[in-house]
């Protein structure tokens, strides 16, 4: 199964090199058979469909009848629109604000659902774990009822301590407050799961080795855990990044992206501008322009990780 | 244990399959039979399940089975548009709109609207002469008033013609019993162009209006008459603000017991029958300044073209035949499309032979949107979608980002973009 | 996250001076920890209490103001009703099927892909098919949504098990999961096998597969309750109400113009109690792995 490159080197003579590195032996085979299958499903589910929502982007298409090629008419179009400079910085600040809040939340959470010192745990376990159950339609219902402006929940306790109702709905920078804990709230579990198997896999030694050597806890946590948990931590945060670039479901529910167009998203400015309006050709530019937007955040993440792994 | 875990969780799928056998892999096996015709629709359920019971008394008499697919409302367009492309469309549906992909793959309906009486502004015909759809039902725009809170205040409401309000009147009855009883919010409207065009209406606009130099046009002094006093009433006084601008449910603040009065539509009749217990609400006439509209709504009727049609048209033929359809409306709270029926609501009467009354007493204009929706699909000038310039922009308005005449002109420049006459 | 150490050079007397000393410190840190947790758990339960006791409101309670936590004359009409007016067996067996097939087969492929980007990564072509299947989540749903169906239909697998199976075994998040795990893994133990003679694959599937249980939970997990909430997929391929999955039920009872909420409340609490039990089971595999024996030197 395995294949391996002959080193010309050794069988050319006596090295000439002493100090070589051990020969570096390529294993071609055994990756591919075993990426094998998510290549063909990749090819044929996103490269497939991807390059035909591509091929859409330099047309008219509406869904039905012929596509004319446009060319980059969508493009232009694109950049020229204010509403969708609007759109991504929105999105971009609600990125911005609920990543390190979800990264901060789940991993203490994993951390004290691993530790020995807590009791209850695993009720506790199944508390976190249900809003993440919730489907986002229901989960935004949830929210808009315990934060609805006029007879919402919060407000009832607001007023009952004397103060006056805040404005969760109307507000636009509330109603993003609104959004950020419903978000977090629902996916937590997701991030605390993946923390808890991360944090049981390090192993107990290095622990015992600090604590001997008079490591308190929070010693232990950065400068244990933290590195041994690097490339979890990187996972968790890259996806809840392209997460929260992709949020519509929930924010759909709870607020209709509003007050009025204050909060709307990149996709739901796709779905509006594209989809409603049955303009498929530029719904798909749209998306291009976000696939890159995307790719480009995962770059830079893995780039900055690479930096720090070095 | 992890050998055992898969084996178990690979024993309980394989357990699943045989169940599942009647669904996936038994599936597409009633195709072949003659009896059966497959009818697509959304909602009955939720309206009484009128037409499943429709079903099974027409399987009773015939025994030619009809098998109803209620499919979630929000995706139904595009499943029928899929269905479409796949050649998997039903044999007859009940829809909310006409989708150019598939709209000449029906059958002419207009025998079996002529032959029951099927009212005859309701009826638009296509480029060749044919009535491919007619509705089912009617719906219609109506006022709801918080009857405690009304007697509570000593404000009276209009039940018949003699006694109709305005606009300006009733905005002032409704703050007299916001004042007068503490009552949070004077008026919530849902969060609908449909609604909101039913307002215009009254206001003696006629809405924007496809000319025929293929762009659209509305009467600018009427319109901004009524877009004005709309965006004046979303002032978190009478009208809450969160309604309009972030989908806040109009129908939940209702039930609250805190609105004086709900501007919606029949379809809420039998849900507040069930669901209102703190206090009592009624049907009250809406208000005219200077006409009295409404808008009207419902679901359409369509039968696909193929070896089904026959049976399918069959049952059309059955369903509208007035003792059935008089039950179907009973079940379901149809408001009816053929006159003259003696249809008995139950407790529901008063509020359906009002809506009966409006609609009789409304001006033509209230049929106005569904049937210019028609036309326009027919004539091949839209590529469907759904697209709602209006409520954007009204939403727009009522949050204060922009005044009336930029809305009314962002509106007739997002139609215009999505009409092509040729 | 910590643990506790054994001194075993402590002098006889002083021993429980200091075992005392030592439960006093943990009783110390462990109240205030216990007391933190339970203040987010309760934060987070908050929220899914009043959606459960909501779901026992008659739809009278629903919407009065003042609203009340509990439900005054609590009812079980709404399950009642969602029980008979849904199929509600037909449509669990068939998410319950679709989500047990395409997890074992999700959970196989994603460990597979994920150790060989983990493992050849100095391959150029693995760096960037890794990159490609990130890619594959940056591209909204809604948006290829109209292509996949096209390609859906054109290899045959419109309305079939397959056609919702197939396209979803595929995840960017699982193999990227796996790829990360893997990569924390010493390569010694690699190195050590090929030495031994062992096969490229026989490595994976003897030696680092079993290591790698916890993940393998935890995909599976994840993976059942991505499919069993998937509602937009199977939306599209499934064309007969025979076929529906539970989520599609669900959506239904969102009508035109009102939503029932009371049999929307209680239908979804039935929808996800599956889910709860298997999370239940499952979670134990997660929390109790103990694979640090594996890799203490």
Same mark, same amino acid.
């Given at each position: 199964m395995t294949a391996t490159a002959i080193d010309p080197e050794r069988l050319a003579g006596?090295?000439?090199?002493?100090?070589?590195?051990?020969r570096r032996v390529q294993y071609r085979l055994a990756p591919l058979v075993l990426a094998g299958v998510n290549i063909v499903l990749f090819g044929v589910f996103f490269v497939w469909p991807g390059g035909l929502g591509l091929a859409y982007s330099f047309t008219d298409y509406t869904g039905i009848g012929t596509a004319n090629f446009i060319g980059l008419e969508n493009y232009e179009r694109l950049f020229g629109d204010p509403t969708f400079y609007t759109a991504l910085t929105r999105t971009l600040l609600f990125a911005v604000i609920s990543v390190p809040l979800m990264y901060v939340m789940s991993l203490s959470i994993a951390s004290l659902l691993v530790s020995n010192y807590v009791k209850g745990k695993s009720a506790a376990k199944l508390v976190f774990f249900f809003?993440?159950?919730?489907?986002p339609i229901v989960a935004g219902v949830i929210w808009r009822w315990m @934060?609805?402006?006029? @007879?919402g929940f919060v407000n009832y306790v607001v007023t009952r301590l004397g103060a006056d109702p805040l404005a969760w709905q109307t507000d636009p920078d509330l109603a993003l407050m609104v959004v950020v804990m419903a978000a977090t709230w629902g996916g937590t579990a997701f991030n605390m799961l993946i923390f808890i198997a991360a944090l049981k896999n390090v192993p107990r030694a290095y622990y015992e080795a600090a604590e001997i050597d008079g490591a308190n806890a929070w010693q232990r946590f950065r400068h244990i855990t933290l590195p041994s948990i690097a490339p979890t931590s990187f996972l968790v945060i890259l996806l809840s990044s392209l997460g929260a670039m992709k949020e519509f479901a929930m924010v759909q529910s709870l607020n209709s992206g509003g007050p009025g167009t204050s909060n709307t998203f990149l996709i739901q400015y796709i779905y509006e501008t594209g989809f409603k309006r049955a303009d498929v050709g530029y719904a798909s530019a749209v998306s291009m322009i976000l696939l890159v937007i995307l790719l480009s955040i995962a770059m830079l993440q893995m780039w900055v990780n690479r930096r720090r792994a070095a | 244990m992890k050998r055992r875990l898969i084996l178990t969780a690979g024993t309980a799928g394989a357990a699943a399959l045989p169940l599942s056998a009647c669904g996936f892999i038994g599936g597409g096996d009633d195709e072949g039979d003659a009896d059966t015709i497959k009818f697509w629709l959304s909602g009955d359920a939720n309206q009484g399940g009128g037409f499943q019971k429709m079903a099974d008394k027409y399987f009773e008499e015939t025994g030619v089975t009809v098998d109803i697919d209620d499919i979630p409302y929000d995706d139904f367009n595009t499943r029928l548009r899929n269905a479409a492309q796949a050649d998997?469309?039903?044999?007859?549906a009940r829809v909310s709109a006409i989708d150019p992909i598939w709209m000449n793959q029906l059958e002419d309906l207009s025998d079996v609207a002529s032959e029951h009486g099927v009212m005859e502004n309701l009826l638009i015909e296509n480029e060749d002469g044919e009535i491919p759809t007619f509705l089912t039902d009617l719906t219609a725009v109506g006022m709801y008033v918080n009857k405690t809170l009304f007697d509570q205040a000593g404000v009276t409401y209009p039940t018949t013609a003699d006694q109709i309000w305005t606009w300006d009147a009733f905005i002032s009855a409704v703050k007299e019993v916001k004042a007068a009883?503490?009552?949070?919010?004077?008026l919530v409207m849902d969060p609908s162009s449909h609604r909101l065009r039913s307002l215009m209406y009254q206001f003696g606009s006629d809405g924007f209006l496809l000319g025929d130099d293929c762009t659209y046009s509305t009467d600018e002094a009427a319109t901004t008459e009524a877009l004005q006093f709309f965006a004046d009433i979303n002032d978190d006084d009478v009208m809450p603000r969160s309604v309009w601008v972030s989908g806040d449910d109009p129908n939940a603040l209702f039930k609250s017991g805190q609105v004086a009065a709900y501007y919606s539509g029949s379809w809420q009749v039998a849900d507040f029958q069930a669901n209102i217990a703190d206090f009592e609400w009624a049907s009250a006439l809406m208000p005219a300044q200077p006409r009295r509209a409404t808008n009207l709504g419902g679901g359409y009727a369509v039968v696909f073209k193929g070896d089904k049609s026959k049976a399918s048209l069959d049952f059309v033929n059955w369903l509208f035949t007035a003792e059935n359809y008089t039950e179907i409306c009973e079940i379901s709270g149809f408001l009816p499309v053929i006159q003259g029926l003696d249809i008995d609501y139950g407790t529901s009467q008063a509020s359906f032979d009002l809506y009966n009354e409006e609609i009789a007493a409304s001006d033509p204009i209230s049929s106005e949107q569904g049937n210019s929706a028609l036309e326009i699909t027919y004539a091949g000038q839209t590529s469907g979608g759904d697209a709602d310039p209006l409520k954007d922009e009204a939403v727009k308005l009522a949050n204060g980002e922009q005044d009336v005449p930029t809305t009314i002109a962002n509106i007739i420049a997002s139609l215009n973009e999505n009409i092509s006459c040729e | 996250m910590s643990t506790t150490t054994a001194n075993p050079e402590t002098a006889a007397p002083a021993a429980p001076r200091r075992r005392k000393a030592r439960k006093i410190r943990e009783v110390g840190t462990a109240v205030p920890l216990t007391a933190f947790m339970w203040l987010l758990a309760a934060m987070y339960a908050f929220p899914v209490l009043w959606f459960l006791l909501s779901a026992f409101k008659p739809g009278s309670e629903l919407?009065?103001?003042?609203? !009340?936590?509990?439900?005054?004359?609590? !009812?079980i009409g709404g399950f009642e009703k969602a029980w008979g007016r849904y199929d509600f067996l037909l449509y669990f067996s068939n998410t319950l099927a679709v989500a047990l097939t395409t997890t074992l087969l999700t959970v196989m492929a994603s460990a597979m892909c994920g150790y060989a980007l983990a493992k050849y990564r100095d391959q150029r072509w693995i760096r960037i098919f890794f990159i490609c299947l990130l890619a594959t989540t940056m591209l909204p749903t809604e948006v290829i949504l109209s292509p996949t169906f096209l390609v859906i239909r054109d290899l045959g697998m419109y309305d079939s098990f397959a056609g919702l199976v197939v396209p979803s075994i595929m995840t960017a998040t699982g193999v990227f999961m796996f790829r990360q795990f893997f990569i924390s893994i010493p390569d010694d133990i690699i190195e050590a096998a090929r030495i031994d003679g062992a096969r490229e694959t026989g490595i994976f599937f003897r030696i680092m597969l079993p290591m790698s249980r916890p993940i393998i939970m935890t995909l599976a997990i994840f993976s059942f309750q991505w499919r069993w909430n998937d509602y937009i997929w199977p939306l599209i391929v499934v064309g007969d109400e025979r076929k529906f999955t539970l989520q599609i039920a669900l959506r239904s009872i969102v009508g035109a113009e009102n939503i029932d909420w009371p049999l929307l409340l209680a239908a979804s609490v039935m929808s996800i109690l599956p889910l709860v039990l298997i999370f239940i089971v499952f979670q134990k595999y997660v929390m109790n792995e103990d694979i640090n024996a594996g890799l203490k030197d």
């Amino acid at each position: 199964m395995t294949a391996t490159a002959i080193d010309p080197e050794r069988l050319a003579g006596p090295r000439k090199r002493p100090g070589k590195a051990p020969r570096r032996v390529q294993y071609r085979l055994a990756p591919l058979v075993l990426a094998g299958v998510n290549i063909v499903l990749f090819g044929v589910f996103f490269v497939w469909p991807g390059g035909l929502g591509l091929a859409y982007s330099f047309t008219d298409y509406t869904g039905i009848g012929t596509a004319n090629f446009i060319g980059l008419e969508n493009y232009e179009r694109l950049f020229g629109d204010p509403t969708f400079y609007t759109a991504l910085t929105r999105t971009l600040l609600f990125a911005v604000i609920s990543v390190p809040l979800m990264y901060v939340m789940s991993l203490s959470i994993a951390s004290l659902l691993v530790s020995n010192y807590v009791k209850g745990k695993s009720a506790a376990k199944l508390v976190f774990f249900f809003p993440w159950l919730i489907s986002p339609i229901v989960a935004g219902v949830i929210w808009r009822w315990m @934060f609805g402006e006029s @007879f919402g929940f919060v407000n009832y306790v607001v007023t009952r301590l004397g103060a006056d109702p805040l404005a969760w709905q109307t507000d636009p920078d509330l109603a993003l407050m609104v959004v950020v804990m419903a978000a977090t709230w629902g996916g937590t579990a997701f991030n605390m799961l993946i923390f808890i198997a991360a944090l049981k896999n390090v192993p107990r030694a290095y622990y015992e080795a600090a604590e001997i050597d008079g490591a308190n806890a929070w010693q232990r946590f950065r400068h244990i855990t933290l590195p041994s948990i690097a490339p979890t931590s990187f996972l968790v945060i890259l996806l809840s990044s392209l997460g929260a670039m992709k949020e519509f479901a929930m924010v759909q529910s709870l607020n209709s992206g509003g007050p009025g167009t204050s909060n709307t998203f990149l996709i739901q400015y796709i779905y509006e501008t594209g989809f409603k309006r049955a303009d498929v050709g530029y719904a798909s530019a749209v998306s291009m322009i976000l696939l890159v937007i995307l790719l480009s955040i995962a770059m830079l993440q893995m780039w900055v990780n690479r930096r720090r792994a070095a | 244990m992890k050998r055992r875990l898969i084996l178990t969780a690979g024993t309980a799928g394989a357990a699943a399959l045989p169940l599942s056998a009647c669904g996936f892999i038994g599936g597409g096996d009633d195709e072949g039979d003659a009896d059966t015709i497959k009818f697509w629709l959304s909602g009955d359920a939720n309206q009484g399940g009128g037409f499943q019971k429709m079903a099974d008394k027409y399987f009773e008499e015939t025994g030619v089975t009809v098998d109803i697919d209620d499919i979630p409302y929000d995706d139904f367009n595009t499943r029928l548009r899929n269905a479409a492309q796949a050649d998997g469309l039903p044999d007859l549906a009940r829809v909310s709109a006409i989708d150019p992909i598939w709209m000449n793959q029906l059958e002419d309906l207009s025998d079996v609207a002529s032959e029951h009486g099927v009212m005859e502004n309701l009826l638009i015909e296509n480029e060749d002469g044919e009535i491919p759809t007619f509705l089912t039902d009617l719906t219609a725009v109506g006022m709801y008033v918080n009857k405690t809170l009304f007697d509570q205040a000593g404000v009276t409401y209009p039940t018949t013609a003699d006694q109709i309000w305005t606009w300006d009147a009733f905005i002032s009855a409704v703050k007299e019993v916001k004042a007068a009883t503490g009552a949070r919010y004077g008026l919530v409207m849902d969060p609908s162009s449909h609604r909101l065009r039913s307002l215009m209406y009254q206001f003696g606009s006629d809405g924007f209006l496809l000319g025929d130099d293929c762009t659209y046009s509305t009467d600018e002094a009427a319109t901004t008459e009524a877009l004005q006093f709309f965006a004046d009433i979303n002032d978190d006084d009478v009208m809450p603000r969160s309604v309009w601008v972030s989908g806040d449910d109009p129908n939940a603040l209702f039930k609250s017991g805190q609105v004086a009065a709900y501007y919606s539509g029949s379809w809420q009749v039998a849900d507040f029958q069930a669901n209102i217990a703190d206090f009592e609400w009624a049907s009250a006439l809406m208000p005219a300044q200077p006409r009295r509209a409404t808008n009207l709504g419902g679901g359409y009727a369509v039968v696909f073209k193929g070896d089904k049609s026959k049976a399918s048209l069959d049952f059309v033929n059955w369903l509208f035949t007035a003792e059935n359809y008089t039950e179907i409306c009973e079940i379901s709270g149809f408001l009816p499309v053929i006159q003259g029926l003696d249809i008995d609501y139950g407790t529901s009467q008063a509020s359906f032979d009002l809506y009966n009354e409006e609609i009789a007493a409304s001006d033509p204009i209230s049929s106005e949107q569904g049937n210019s929706a028609l036309e326009i699909t027919y004539a091949g000038q839209t590529s469907g979608g759904d697209a709602d310039p209006l409520k954007d922009e009204a939403v727009k308005l009522a949050n204060g980002e922009q005044d009336v005449p930029t809305t009314i002109a962002n509106i007739i420049a997002s139609l215009n973009e999505n009409i092509s006459c040729e | 996250m910590s643990t506790t150490t054994a001194n075993p050079e402590t002098a006889a007397p002083a021993a429980p001076r200091r075992r005392k000393a030592r439960k006093i410190r943990e009783v110390g840190t462990a109240v205030p920890l216990t007391a933190f947790m339970w203040l987010l758990a309760a934060m987070y339960a908050f929220p899914v209490l009043w959606f459960l006791l909501s779901a026992f409101k008659p739809g009278s309670e629903l919407f009065q103001y003042p609203l !009340t936590f509990l439900p005054e004359n609590p !009812t079980i009409g709404g399950f009642e009703k969602a029980w008979g007016r849904y199929d509600f067996l037909l449509y669990f067996s068939n998410t319950l099927a679709v989500a047990l097939t395409t997890t074992l087969l999700t959970v196989m492929a994603s460990a597979m892909c994920g150790y060989a980007l983990a493992k050849y990564r100095d391959q150029r072509w693995i760096r960037i098919f890794f990159i490609c299947l990130l890619a594959t989540t940056m591209l909204p749903t809604e948006v290829i949504l109209s292509p996949t169906f096209l390609v859906i239909r054109d290899l045959g697998m419109y309305d079939s098990f397959a056609g919702l199976v197939v396209p979803s075994i595929m995840t960017a998040t699982g193999v990227f999961m796996f790829r990360q795990f893997f990569i924390s893994i010493p390569d010694d133990i690699i190195e050590a096998a090929r030495i031994d003679g062992a096969r490229e694959t026989g490595i994976f599937f003897r030696i680092m597969l079993p290591m790698s249980r916890p993940i393998i939970m935890t995909l599976a997990i994840f993976s059942f309750q991505w499919r069993w909430n998937d509602y937009i997929w199977p939306l599209i391929v499934v064309g007969d109400e025979r076929k529906f999955t539970l989520q599609i039920a669900l959506r239904s009872i969102v009508g035109a113009e009102n939503i029932d909420w009371p049999l929307l409340l209680a239908a979804s609490v039935m929808s996800i109690l599956p889910l709860v039990l298997i999370f239940i089971v499952f979670q134990k595999y997660v929390m109790n792995e103990d694979i640090n024996a594996g890799l203490k030197d």
